[in-house]
């Protein structure tokens, strides 16, 4: 008998936003934990396997912008998110 043992190996995934105005953080949530970036800064991280992630509103002196798309699945096929904040 064999036993196989597979690893996932870990990709890259890139997330920038669009729509905040300079000088604010943007972060994201992802395999339990969050990265921050200033605005107009991509955030890259490296996951295995498929991975919800969730974007946060942003509170700036203009008002709390949302994301869109708030939140949704990454997978080694699927590795560039644009998120878009708004008013």
Known sequence: TEIAYFKEVPYKVTFEENGLPA??????????QTYTAWAGQAITVYVTGDQTWTASPV????????PSPGSGTVTPTN????????L
């Open 23 to 32: 000088g604010v953080k943007w972060s994201i949530t992802i395999a339990g």
């Open 59 to 66: 509170s700036t002196y203009r008002g709390l912008y949302f």
């Open 79 to 86: 590795t560039f998110v644009n998120i878009y904040y708004y």
